[in-house]
């Protein structure tokens, strides 16, 4: 156990050292989180909860794949972890070590998160809180351990970049995360459910929104555990300790193997199609966001400016009602008025028409007449 103790105070303390770390763990969450709710107007109450399971899923995806897979690659590029061989240790330490650091890096992205929005947005928290933590740790975990794989299974940087990219990439667009998946298509949601960042959405949303606990998700908390422990013992397996030592291609199958429980979740899902009512579901879950009843006013501000917010908002609303329907008000009136112009216009046309008549007649008559003058002459010359 010393051996785990001290290489867990080392990560700890290489990792606050960086900053480059901190930023990416603690601020860019908030910068997300803030932008999100501003530029979609999430406003005040349940509705924010969506953007909450969002940033902590987007946070989990990062710490896992990139904070884990990208940087053992490094270590083990920058020859220190060369370092470790000569020393009575094993691999499973350092792994322990790495997947702990990390878990123990993003508990306070959640009391961040879930406080803010609180306490800004007045979002209530949720009823089995510690579900919502149990279902954090695991994804990180989970995540952690894929990335560990990821990073045993490339032999550079490069290798290691592509590779997480083509797994964050998917996870991030076709999961939930960053787009509701009601409105992806049937079979982009199929696809979706062979994703871990899925599971999280979904246990996420059910804890925010319907006040669920990790004993109404079994099915995914099962398969984040049993990922954690199959990536952890995988990487353990795959491990190498300098960068001369290279891997063989097919070794690179066991990724899909560690994604193994989520093979067999995702055939089962699209089999039944469950997925695609509960998604809808949840949809209209996130769509019904009315304000908190326990908050009738924001948290740190007057007594009373709440109320009035609200009732400038409904003077606000009102405002837009009455000019949309004098808008379309004016919009008729333009229309009648063009319609009694080309009335006029088509009634102007018909009483002259007569006039214009008799004036090509005159015209022609007058022809006529020079016509024969003209001929008269000439024979008269002759």
Same mark, same amino acid.
């Given at each position: 156990?010393? #051996?785990?103790?001290?290489?867990?105070?080392?990560?700890?303390?290489?990792?606050?050292?960086?900053?480059?770390?901190?930023?990416?763990?603690?601020?860019?969450?908030?910068?997300?989180?803030?932008?999100?709710?501003?530029?979609?107007?999430?406003?005040?109450?349940?509705?924010?909860?969506?953007? /909450?399971?969002?940033?902590?899923?987007?946070?989990?995806?990062?710490?896992?794949?990139?904070?884990?897979?990208?940087?053992?690659?490094?270590?083990?590029?920058?020859?220190?972890?060369?370092?470790?061989?000569?020393?009575?240790?094993?691999?499973?330490?350092?792994?322990?070590?790495?997947?702990?650091?990390?878990?123990?890096?993003?508990?306070?992205?959640?009391?961040?998160?879930?406080?803010?929005?609180?306490?800004?947005?007045?979002?209530?928290?949720?009823?089995?809180?510690?579900?919502? /933590?149990?279902?954090?740790?695991?994804?990180?975990?989970?995540?952690?351990?894929?990335?560990?794989?990821? #990073?045993? /299974?490339?032999?550079?940087?490069?290798?290691?970049?592509?590779?997480?990219?083509? /797994?964050?990439?998917?996870?991030?667009?076709?999961?939930?995360?960053?787009?509701?998946?009601?409105?992806?298509?049937?079979?982009?949601?199929?696809?979706?459910?062979?994703?871990?960042?899925?599971?999280?959405?979904?246990?996420?949303?059910?804890?925010?929104?319907?006040?669920?606990?990790?004993?109404?998700?079994?099915? #995914?908390?099962?398969?984040?555990?049993?990922?954690?422990?199959?990536?952890?013992?995988?990487?353990?397996?795959?491990?190498?300790?300098?960068?001369?030592?290279?891997?063989?291609?097919?070794?690179?199958?066991?990724?899909?193997?560690?994604?193994?429980?989520?093979?067999?979740?995702?055939?089962?899902?699209?089999?039944?199609?469950?997925?695609?009512?509960?998604?809808?579901?949840?949809?209209?879950?996130?769509?019904?966001?009315?304000?908190?009843?326990?908050?009738?006013?924001?948290?740190?501000?007057?007594?009373?400016?709440?109320?009035?917010?609200?009732?400038?908002?409904?003077?606000?609303?009102?405002?837009?009602?009455?000019?949309?329907?004098?808008?379309?008000?004016?919009?008729?009136?333009?229309?009648?008025?063009?319609?009694?112009?080309?009335?006029?216009?088509?009634?102007?046309?018909?009483?002259?028409?007569?006039?214009?008549?008799?004036?090509?007649?005159?015209?022609?008559?007058?022809?006529?007449?020079?016509?024969?003058?003209? #001929?008269?002459?000439?024979?008269?010359?002759?």
């Amino acid at each position: 156990m010393k #051996a785990y103790w001290a290489l867990f105070r080392s990560n700890m303390r290489l990792t606050m050292r960086d900053r480059g770390v901190l930023f990416f763990n603690y601020m860019f969450p908030l910068i997300f989180f803030f932008a999100f709710a501003e530029m979609f107007h999430a406003g005040t109450g349940q509705g924010i909860a969506y953007f /909450v399971g969002t940033v902590l899923t987007m946070g989990i995806l990062g710490n896992g794949l990139w904070g884990a897979g990208m940087r053992s690659v490094q270590e083990r590029e920058a020859n220190i972890l060369r370092r470790f061989k000569v020393t009575p240790i094993s691999p499973l330490p350092l792994l322990v070590a790495s997947m702990a650091s990390g878990w123990l890096l993003y508990l306070p992205v959640i009391a961040l998160i879930a406080g803010l929005a609180h306490f800004i947005y007045a979002m209530p928290l949720p009823e089995h809180w510690i579900s919502l /933590v149990v279902m954090a740790s695991l994804g990180v975990c989970a995540l952690r351990a894929i990335g560990l794989i990821l #990073a045993a /299974v490339t032999n550079t940087m490069a290798e290691a970049n592509i590779l997480i990219q083509l /797994v964050y990439m998917p996870m991030l667009f076709l999961s939930g995360t960053t787009i509701p998946s009601s409105i992806l298509p049937v079979w982009a949601q199929t696809v979706a459910e062979f994703m871990p960042a899925t599971y999280l959405v979904t246990g996420f949303q059910g804890i925010f929104f319907r006040n669920q606990s990790i004993f109404d998700n079994i099915p #995914a908390v099962g398969a984040l555990l049993l990922t954690a422990a199959m990536g952890l013992f995988l990487a353990v397996k795959l491990f190498r300790w300098e960068k001369e030592e290279k891997i063989a291609p097919r070794n690179r199958l066991w990724v899909a193997g560690v994604l193994a429980p989520f093979l067999i979740m995702g055939c089962w899902r699209s089999y039944t199609k469950e997925h695609i009512g509960q998604n809808e579901a949840l949809f209209r879950a996130t769509l019904r966001h009315p304000p908190d009843p326990q908050h009738p006013r924001l948290p740190g501000r007057r007594h009373g400016e709440g109320e009035r917010q609200r009732a400038g908002a409904r003077r606000q609303d009102r405002g837009c009602l009455q000019w949309r329907r004098s808008r379309r008000r004016e919009t008729a009136r333009g229309r009648r008025r063009r319609l009694r112009q080309d009335a006029a216009a088509r009634a102007d046309r018909r009483a002259r028409a007569p006039l214009v008549a008799r004036r090509h007649v005159d015209l022609e008559r007058r022809l006529r007449r020079r016509q024969v003058h003209g #001929a008269r002459r000439r024979g008269a010359a002759l």
